[in-house]
T-cell receptor, first 111, second 114 residues
């Protein structure tokens, strides 16, 4: 079992819809959870951090964390073509500052 | 503004040559990381450092080395470049102990080994 798993996609949604990206992790002791956005040919960009169970909203983005079920999700409301990118889920291990990354989910928002 | 930079942005080299990729951050972060990203493998950790004089191996460290002589820099050296090391390399940094380990990435270096 991979430590951090994401559906590879591609996930295709129409413009204006809600995009839902999911991530599961195996280490119950994980404390910090991150979503990165990576455009083709660019470096990963941090868009959301979440540390406590529940929802965290930032503009059109909402991160959801459920430690009991070991999953974290990212919702993108009112999806725009500019949201088309690969979204990487990352989890902090208990071993210091290292992050474990999922393989990423490719999102395509169709006009 | 504080930032993290990598150089060169593109590099073509030959098999067997030694190559050094530079990473420089001005955030005064304790932690620095080197990753490679290849299709089908995602981001894989090569080496990391939690402070000056501290270095640690990641999951794909064979053929690579790093040294940390100051807070700002973590150069990555390929001792004898191999075609399997053709990849995109990303450097990242995070604040360190007591922080929540948000990592910030440099722009990347695309390395081709012929």
């Amino acid at each position: 079992q991979k430590e951090v798993e994401q559906n590879s996609g591609p996930l295709s949604v129409p413009e204006g819809a809600i995009a839902s990206l999911n991530c599961t992790y195996s280490d119950r002791g994980s404390q910090s959870f991150f979503w990165y956005r990576q455009y083709s040919g660019k470096s990963p960009e941090l868009i959301m951090s979440i540390y406590s169970n529940g929802d965290k909203e930032d503009g059109r983005f909402t991160a959801q964390l459920n430690k009991a079920s070991q999953y974290v999700s990212l919702l993108i409301r009112d999806s725009q073509p500019s949201d088309s990118a690969t979204y990487l889920c990352a989890v902090n291990t208990r071993q210091g500052g290292k992050l474990i990354f999922g393989q990423g989910t490719e999102l395509s928002v169709k006009p | 503004d504080a930032e993290i930079t990598q150089s060169p942005r593109h590099k073509i080299t030959e098999t067997g040559r030694q190559v050094t990729l530079a990473c420089h951050q001005t955030w005064n972060h304790n932690n620095m990381f080197w990753y490679r990203q290849d299709l089908g493998h995602g981001l894989r950790l090569i080496h990391y450092s939690y402070g000056v004089q501290d270095t640690n191996k990641g999951e794909v460290s064979d053929g690579y080395s790093v040294s940390r002589s100051n807070t700002e820099d973590l150069p990555l050296t390929l001792e004898s470049a191999a075609s399997s090391q053709t990849s995109v390399y990303f450097c990242a940094s995070s604040p360190g102990q007591g922080a929540r380990n948000e990592q910030f990435f440099g722009p990347g270096t695309r390395l081709t080994v012929l």
